[in-house]
């Protein structure tokens, strides 16, 4: 119930509007996101690469449907990317893009030529894009999408959301040579006709999906806090004889930053995934909604600077 009116308020302008002029607290917004500017966003993967782990960049953004903010979002990619391969860092680096800032939502094949060009700065930096997902009406046009881009950028991710039924055929269709998916528990508020609501069957759902990567030749991306999930992961790589540098866990910046580095030094590959940029409102909401607790933090935040 909680998480259903978060996650409603992540998507509406209005109370962002309420929440933007409010003195929001700096350190819960920097608890979650690295920064707002392209130098903050590489002085934080510097240090992350220091400790031993691996970064996906986001630069905050979504559900644009103005031409010019979208094509901003693109030249913030490719200034990161350069700065990237200035800095000597696109080996620890790469990025992920969300399409509907890239403005899917306005048109699909405008998006598409924009993550292309990102795809093509990321090759020339010697990295990779994934391509995060975002609610179910778009799942099929991002899936085509990041099938477009593979044909010429054979390395690009995609991400599969557990919570969606689909997920576990979507899985194994996708756990072919050279695929990298990221699998996720899913972020977004769906109906019951395509997502399941109990977290009991979503974990379910995230184990079956689990198999279907580890058994397949792709390459999988276990992104979850979830100690359990974690330890399933691991179990799965030993069964399925993989290597630790043929799959990858994930995290999100700023949660369980002790449990990354242990799987770091553990000799698993750890990528940690860091926000950064102005837009961080519905990235926040939607941290809030995964874990209610921070709400009465966030609330709070609301009236003290
Ligand atoms: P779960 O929510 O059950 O959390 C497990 C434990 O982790 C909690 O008990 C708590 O200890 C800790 N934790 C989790 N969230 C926390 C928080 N916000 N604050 C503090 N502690 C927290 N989703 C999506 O729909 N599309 C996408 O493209 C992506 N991309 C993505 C990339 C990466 C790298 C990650 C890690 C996650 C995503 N997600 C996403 C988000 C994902 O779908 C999911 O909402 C969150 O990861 C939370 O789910 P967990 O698997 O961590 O489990």
């Not at 449907?65 to 990317?81: C, G, H, K, N, W």
């Not at 990041?146 to 055929?169: H, I, K």
């Not at 930053?257 to 961080?280: F, H, I, K, N, T």
């Not at 519905?282 to 709400?295: I, K, S, T």
Request: hydrophobic residues 40%; contains cysteine; negative net charge.
């Amino acid at each position: 119930m909680m998480r259903s009116v978060i996650l409603a308020a992540a998507r509406s302008s209005k109370i962002e509007r309420l929440v933007g002029t409010a003195p929001v607290s700096r350190s819960l917004v920097r608890r979650y996101v690295a920064g707002e500017t392209t130098a903050e966003a590489v002085a934080t993967t510097r240090a992350l690469a220091a400790d031993g782990l691996l970064v996906t960049l986001d630069y905050l953004g979504e559900d644009t449907v103005v031409v010019e903010q979208a094509d901003a979002t693109r030249d913030e990619y490719l200034s990161l990317l350069a700065a990237l391969k200035g800095e000597g860092l696109s080996k620890a680096a790469e990025v992920s893009v969300k399409l509907s800032a890239l403005g899917q939502r306005l048109d699909a094949e405008l998006a598409y030529d924009r993550a292309r060009e990102i795809c093509t700065a990321a090759a020339d930096a010697g990295t990779t894009v994934t391509v995060d997902m975002e609610d179910h009406t778009v799942t099929d046009s991002t899936l085509e999408i990041v099938q477009r881009l593979r044909e010429e950028f054979t390395l690009t991710g995609a991400v599969l959301q557990a919570y969606l039924r689909r997920t576990e055929d979507d899985c194994k269709a996708h756990a072919v040579a050279d695929s990298r998916i990221r699998l996720c528990k899913g972020a977004y508020k769906e109906p019951e006709s395509v997502a399941y609501q109990r977290s009991l069957d979503v974990d379910r759902s995230y184990v079956r999906c689990i198999n279907a990567l580890m058994a397949g030749d792709g390459y999988p991306m276990l992104a979850t806090h979830d100690p359990r999930l974690i330890e399933i992961g691991i179990d799965r790589a030993r069964w399925y004889d993989r290597d630790k540098d043929s799959f990858e866990f994930q995290m999100l910046y700023g949660i369980r930053s002790s449990e990354q580095l242990r799987l770091a030094a553990e000799g698993y590959r750890m990528r940690v995934y860091v926000p950064y940029g102005d837009q961080w409102y519905g990235y926040l909401m939607r941290r809030m909604a995964e874990r209610p607790a921070n709400l009465a933090v966030f609330l709070r935040s609301l009236w003290t600077k």
